[in-house]
């Protein structure tokens, strides 16, 4: 499915987040020492090679919410943009840390020029954030950035499954219904 949001077009797609060639930047759900671990973080880690956890070291600690960029090493990709999302019933306010995951990338991805990002569902895996929730709080928050945005013109969120693809692409029908 596409949506538009201003001149942003989102997409969604069931997919290896490290294998998104087509993008500027792939967006890390990291941890808040930005390290390899697993889901995305850890297939992130492996793909880009150990040079990623290098570049991460002095970045870290992150908080919730916060956003930082490193190069993709081995990705193929220019950056990646770590973002630590949320643990959800932990880290509150957790909508609010969760969107401003989505705001901070952005921040990142315009300062660097960027104009395409792949994007996991942040903070659903290890984190425990509903996916429903989470894909509601993303796609607001990225209704609501997207007028702003100069560079940015594609987001694509890369799924784990089918099902995680369904949630985001209502979310994303019901939130462009009736707009132009």
Do not use: K
């Not at 995305?40 to 956003?67: D, F, K, N, S, Y």
């Not at 954030?129 to 560079?151: D, N, Q, S, T, Y």
């Amino acid at each position: 499915m596409q949506a538009r949001f201003a001149d942003l077009t989102v997409e969604t797609r069931v997919g290896d987040i490290a294998a998104q060639g087509d993008c500027d930047a792939v967006v890390n759900a990291a941890n808040a020492e930005l390290m390899p671990g697993g889901g995305v973080a850890g297939a992130l880690h492996r793909a880009a090679g150990p040079e990623l956890a290098e570049a991460c070291r002095p970045l870290a600690p992150i908080q919730p919410g916060q956003a930082v960029i490193t190069e993709a090493f081995a990705l193929p990709n220019r950056y990646v943009i770590h973002c630590l999302g949320p643990v959800y019933g932990v880290d509150e306010p957790g909508e609010e840390l969760l969107a401003a995951c989505y705001r901070n990338a952005f921040q990142r991805a315009e300062e660097h020029g960027l104009a395409s990002l792949a994007v996991p569902a942040i903070s659903t895996g290890a984190f425990g954030f509903p996916m429903e929730r989470a894909a509601r709080v993303a796609a607001g928050a990225i209704r609501e950035h997207a007028p702003r945005l100069e560079r940015v013109r594609w987001l694509r969120f890369v799924l784990a499954d089918a099902a995680a693809r369904q949630v985001h692409d209502q979310v994303l029908e019901e939130l462009t219904e009736g707009e132009p």
